[in-house]
């Protein structure tokens, strides 16, 4: 990118951080939109038919996917804006980017199912819409939990609820994998095409993980 003109710099140095701005509620909509991204995944999988289906789905997963951008913009315009946050800066930030990751992932997933015309589902991928569903709505717990993150008792029982989520995702991951290589019968187009979805679900489930430990490691830090 190129440097900022005067006029733009005038702007960011005039620009005022919003009253009342609560980072805590924008993060709790930041996970609702990925537990919203998550359920349309876990009913476009359990009621498929790729024309029909996805895309309509499609369209869907672009609005919540772009919300969640509107989250983003409006965190770092206050950051940007806002002299004495009530967290790090940089954690802020890496915290606001960590949980649009969730849901920008579920869209890819929908994505690639769509763009490699996949005209039926295996029954792992099912199960791991199921997971990434609980996923997400665990991080959405534990996002709420975080609000009080100074004083909780139950923010590290929200994270662990999320990784061991994450866990059963692993062993779904390595389950799936052997099974779809341990089929003779399956044609390399279809092994190429299942071995990424497979992946960028489970990525799915590491995204919410990486989310909690994230509200861990900030906890700790302000202990």
């Known amino acids: 990118m190129g440097e ?36 349309l995944l876990e009913e476009a999988t359990t009621n498929y038919n790729l024309e029909i289906v996805f895309e309509d789905r499609l369209e869907d997963i672009r609005h919540v996917e772009h919300k969640s951008d509107e989250v983003v913009y409006a965190i770092m315009d206050q950051i940007v804006a806002e002299f004495l946050p009530p967290i790090d800066q940089d954690d802020l930030i890496s915290l606001t980017y960590a949980m649009d990751d969730v849901t920008d992932a579920i869209e890819d997933v929908f994505i690639c199912i769509y763009m490699y015309h996949v005209d039926h589902l295996r029954a792992h991928a099912v199960e791991f819409t199921h997971i990434l569903l609980k996923c997400t709505e665990g991080l959405e717990e534990a996002t709420k939990e975080f609000a009080h993150f100074r004083k909780s008792k139950r923010l590290k029982e929200k994270v662990m609820a999320v990784s061991n989520l994450e866990k059963e995702a692993d062993k779904l991951f390595v389950r799936a994998t052997h099974d779809l290589f341990g089929d003779k019968e399956t044609d390399l187009r279809e092994v190429v095409i299942w071995k990424d979805l497979y992946q960028r679900l489970e990525d799915c489930c590491d995204a919410t993980e990486m989310v909690t430990k994230l509200m861990e490691k900030i906890q700790l830090k302000n202990l």
Do not use: H
């Not at 951080?17 to 930041?30: I, L, T």
């Open 4 to 39: 900022d003109t005067k006029e733009t710099k005038k702007k960011k140095k005039n620009r005022k951080p919003k009253k009342n701005f609560n980072y805590f509620k924008a993060f709790e909509k930041m996970a609702r939109y990925s537990v919203q991204a998550a359920a």
